[in-house]
């Protein structure tokens, strides 16, 4: 028998002998499987291989172009004052950590934020310096923190965040954690 499984959120192809063949996985890598037609003879197998992509685009004054042209970028978002594009990235697959990344639109240039962990979602401070996030770390449960997107003290701090998706209010030109 021939199948294609999802595990550890990848599709990969897997054969079993019957009537009682231990499973084999058959294929790995970046690259995911789907759906498998075996030929009449049995010598031949064919799937659909691809990747998983999700690009950011932007109309405006300059026409239509990718933010990200590579990986699986999600969450998108304006900076206050509309000359940046803030947006969380996975480079190499689904199971990667997603960044933080900004992007310059006059420039066109991207510059990666906060990694070494998966952040799940963000709020950025009104003057774009910080940022509260909830965030995985390795192999332990979702937390909330507060960076500096200026690197003025190390990310994350943790903050005592239990709200799903994490936000910021200003107060007295400091932005605080909302709990």
């Not at 803030?86 to 950590?97: F, I």
């Not at 709020?123 to 390795?138: H, L, N, R």
């Not at 923190?145 to 007295?172: D, H, N, T």
Request: aromatic content about 10%; charged content about 25%; glycine content about 8%.
């Amino acid at each position: 028998m021939y199948f294609s499984v999802f595990v550890n959120g990848s599709s990969h192809l897997w054969r079993q002998r019957f009537p009682d063949g231990a499973p084999e996985q058959m294929t790995f890598g970046p690259t995911e499987e789907d759906g498998v037609a075996v030929s009449p003879d049995g010598r031949s197998v064919i799937s659909s291989v691809g990747l998983r992509q999700s690009a950011i685009f932007i109309r405006d004054s300059q026409g239509e172009r990718p933010i990200s042209s590579e990986g699986y970028a999600t969450r998108p978002a304006f900076s206050v004052d509309g000359k940046s594009l803030y947006y969380l990235l996975r480079r190499e697959s689904l199971r990667a950590p997603k960044e933080l990344w900004r992007a310059q639109l006059s420039t066109g240039r991207n510059d990666r934020l906060l990694s070494g962990f998966s952040i799940d979602s963000y709020q950025i401070s009104s003057d774009g310096g910080e940022v509260v996030s909830k965030y995985i770390p390795k192999e332990v449960r979702p937390r909330s923190g507060w960076a500096s997107l200026e690197q003025r003290f190390p990310p994350p701090l943790p903050a005592l965040v239990r709200r799903r998706f994490p936000r910021l209010r200003s107060r007295r030109r400091r932005c605080v954690p909302l709990v």
